[in-house]
């Protein structure tokens, strides 16, 4: 680690500048406050519902908007609910890194990191439902047919992005930082975390991240590179396995 003198170190923010190797290091950026984000999620979601309701009442035509057509008001709010629903799933998602559940309780542990989908489904499925089956016909069926095509989109796309596709338990996370007290390394667009900065899968990029574990795993690396686990021995950590 004797060249790490020669880098040239900045804080996240910053502009980087180029090492001797021709690499930007780019320090990492502090965990942040999961309660803080576990609030602006709750926000978020609300918002998304309170705009599910608003679509309700355009669809009912208890809110009459004369200089907007019904259909392109039923869009604007879809559009708007999921907007805040992605949001709200990406703040949760981060603060879990933060602060993961426990996986003792596999129930709760599921539920904790699928609450984006959760309300995801809440904030969609009641509205597809009532397009498919309300008697009325309030809409003739081209319009009605465009309205669930759109909200049936929403859901997926909301759904997806809320989707926790690497949860972190709380165990896992004790393990690496008991385990892993120096500095690791990852990429922007990678998914593991490194111990060595030499490793050959941090070859090909030339901005690299630094800073402790719980750094690495808040900025959604939860795992430790196989290659660099295999190379220092280490064991009862979670890999890319």
């Given amino acids: 680690m004797a060249e790490k003198k020669e880098r040239k170190l900045v804080a996240a923010g910053e502009s980087t500048k180029a090492s001797a190797e021709g690499r930007k290091y780019k320090e990492a950026k502090p965990v ?20 599910e309701v608003l679509g309700f009442l355009i669809y009912l035509e208890k809110i009459m908007i004369s200089w907007l057509p019904t259909l392109a008001g039923i869009i604007a709010v879809l559009v708007l609910d999921l907007i805040f629903v992605i949001i709200g799933s990406i703040l949760w998602k981060k603060a879990n890194h933060i602060d993961p559940a426990s996986e003792k309780n596999k129930v709760k542990f599921f539920l904790w990191n699928n609450m984006g989908v959760i309300v995801c489904i809440i904030a969609f499925v009641p509205y597809i ?49 008991q385990t892993i007290t120096g500095t690791v390394y990852w990429t922007q667009f990678g998914h593991v975390y490194h111990i060595s900065e030499d490793c050959s899968h941090l ?28 190379k220092y021995g280490i064991e009862g950590v979670a890999t890319n396995e």
């Fill in 32 to 51: 942040g406050n999961a309660a803080g984000l576990r609030v602006g999620a709750v926000i978020c979601w609300i918002v998304a519902i309170a705009f």
């Fill in 203 to 230: 070859n090909r990029s030339d901005t690299i991240t630094y800073g402790d574990v719980d750094q690495a795993v808040a900025a959604n690396k939860s795992r430790l590179c196989k290659t660099c686990a295999t």
């Fill in 129 to 177: 439902i009532l397009l498919l089956t309300d008697k009325k016909n309030k809409l003739d069926k081209k319009t009605q047919a465009i309205a669930v095509v759109v909200a049936v989109i929403a859901l997926l796309i909301g759904g997806l992005a809320s989707y926790d596709w690497d949860p972190v338990s709380e165990e896992q996370l004790a393990a690496a930082e």
